[in-house]
């Protein structure tokens, strides 16, 4: 063959080939795949990757292309399949970096700066979207953020109706450039891990503001409960079927007015009106399962060693995703992102719901302790602990500026379960109880040394032990007379004679101060099991 032929030869098969690209790049225009190989969002340099564990990268690339992937010394190799898609796995590595991984097809990827540790996924609503710059001692722990082996990855907030591949993120190091924006909660409870245990910690960053549970659960796992979820999804489509109206009514009548209205207020010289909100369609991030297909799914399987959840005010209600239907929800939720993952009963923490609104006068329902009592019941989940958050809210703020101490409980948590480390990590936790007479007899788990009184805010010194209400047969809840005797705590009422239940920091924002001696408040807690508010009727 002369060098005319097999140039031309080999101009022919580049045709070919371009030919093919561009009817793949037709074919999988919904996909994201391309001819070039691509990295699934989540790979950028700066990321820390899961130690320990198999690896999967993914990405696309064109049909039929062979991709490898280098990093550590391993080479991986793979083709990519018909639908563009592939993955490789790299075999377990315990530690390692900084070190570069280069993905080789038709053109070649490299990223910088990886490095081995622990990957934490951060979700929840608003709490766990609260900044480490809008916490308590902002500008001194932005200060002292200079930590390297700490890498903070924020997911885009995006919504999808079905399952999508598709997500934006970036790696940083963390520093007091880059941590200021970045969430509280999973910042503190990463930090503090870190220096416990010298581990590199990754932090992924995906939440969303007022959203429920069933939002970042799958709708195959939400079907598992159609108690749950036939109400839930005829409500949602009572929205989609009116939102198309409901659209154009906001388009032709509700913004124009609103544009009048702030005109009028700026000619004024008066303060104009807030925009008004769009009606709720089918994109909404509240929506079912929204979440889980655009914040959840496209993350999977990125190896990681766990995951930490702030969430649950948005369920904190009656009604079929209430407080009650949470105790069902959360843990179907936990369960569905481990089946997923495929890696286990991976750990999961959680920070359960803070003090907040008024002071109750007198002991009343309340779904906020109702939401909480769902949450420590999920803590029958294997591999799953909470960090207590009752004494560091805010009766007139629903993000309590405070996240420093229910991350740093929380952090307790992993260090124990996770890490192996002799600390205390929950509080006092009610085990059971003797009525004696007049009186009942609290024992517990869970106690640092000895039980204490704290001094606290709404408790000072040398007030009584607080937070305590008392109830006989008939129901009627009274506060309680408490005192802590050696390792229980005795309860008692004048106004009632013979006692048959207990109930312990049960309100909004309660006065509660029962601690041990590590300085661990105690679990809010019920002795009974009657019917509550968010309870459905049978």
């Excluded at 082996?149 to 934006?168: H, N």
């Excluded at 509700?254 to 207020?265: H, M, N, R, S």
């Excluded at 496209?298 to 009604?319: L, T």
Aim: hydrophobic share 40%; proline share 7%; net charge negative.
């Amino acid at each position: 063959m002369t060098d005319a032929m097999e140039e031309r030869l080999m101009r022919e098969l580049l045709d070919v080939r371009r030919m093919i690209c561009v009817v793949a790049l037709l074919a999988l225009a919904g996909t994201g795949a391309w001819c070039e190989v691509t990295l699934s969002g989540m790979f950028t340099s700066n990321m820390v990757l899961q130690r320990a564990l198999e690896l999967p990268i993914w990405g696309t690339a064109a049909p039929g292309e062979q991709v490898t992937v280098s990093a550590c010394g391993q080479e991986q190799s793979t083709t990519a399949g018909d639908d563009g898609k592939w993955m490789v796995r790299f075999d377990p590595i315990e530690t390692a970096g900084p070190f570069a991984v280069t993905v080789t097809g038709e053109n070649e990827i490299v990223l910088e700066n990886v490095i081995m540790g622990d990957v934490w996924v951060c979700s929840g609503q608003s709490n766990m979207v609260w900044t480490v710059g809008n916490s308590v001692n902002a500008a001194e722990e932005i200060a002292a953020a200079d930590y390297p082996l700490i890498r903070l990855c924020q997911v885009a907030r995006v919504t999808s109706v079905e399952p999508t591949d598709q997500i934006t993120a970036s790696w940083q190091p963390c520093s007091p450039e880059t941590v200021g924006g970045f969430s509280a909660i999973g910042y503190f409870f990463g930090r503090d891990v870190h220096l416990a245990t010298d581990v590199p910690i990754g932090l992924i960053s995906t939440n969303w503001g007022g959203t429920p549970v069933e939002a970042w659960t799958s709708a195959e796992k939400l079907a598992e409960y159609p108690e749950i979820a036939q109400p839930l999804n005829q409500r949602w489509q009572t929205y989609i079927d009116a939102y198309p109206a409901a659209l154009e009514k906001y388009q032709t009548e509700t913004l124009p007015a609103w544009q009048k209205q702030v005109e009028e207020a700026r000619e004024a010289g008066t303060t104009p009106p807030r925009r008004p909100r769009a009606p709720i369609g089918p994109e909404a991030p509240t929506r079912p399962s929204n979440l889980f297909n655009a914040m959840i799914y496209p993350i999977i399987p990125y190896a990681i060693k766990g995951a930490i959840w702030y969430q649950g005010e948005s369920n904190a209600r009656a009604g079929e995703a209430g407080a009650w239907n949470y105790r069902i929800l959360f843990p179907a939720m936990i369960e569905d992102w481990r089946e997923r993952w495929g890696i286990g009963d991976f750990p999961f923490g959680w920070i359960q719901l803070a003090n907040y609104r008024a002071i109750a006068e007198q002991p009343g329902d309340s779904p906020w302790a109702e939401l909480r009592e769902s949450q420590s019941a999920s803590l029958a989940l294997p591999n799953t602990g909470q960090g207590l958050a009752i004494d560091s809210g805010m009766a007139d703020n629903i993000h309590p500026t405070n996240k420093q101490t229910p991350a740093h409980r929380l952090a307790l948590w992993a260090l124990v379960a996770v890490y192996g480390q002799d600390v205390d990590y929950l509080g006092p936790t009610w085990e059971s109880m003797q009525v004696e007479g007049d009186r009942v007899r609290l024992h517990f788990t869970g106690v640092a040394d000895r039980l204490r009184r704290m001094v606290t805010e709404n408790a000072p010194y040398p007030s009584p032990l607080l937070g305590f209400q008392i109830a006989g047969a008939d129901r009627q809840w009274l506060w309680a007379d408490a005192r802590i005797e050696h390792d229980t705590v005795v309860v008692r009422s004048g106004q009632v004679r013979h006692p048959v239940a207990v109930r312990y920091a049960w309100s909004d924002n309660p006065v509660a101060n029962l601690y041990d001696d590590a300085g661990l408040p105690a679990v809010p807690f019920r002795t009974d099991d009657w019917p509550l508010s968010t309870e459905p009727a049978e």
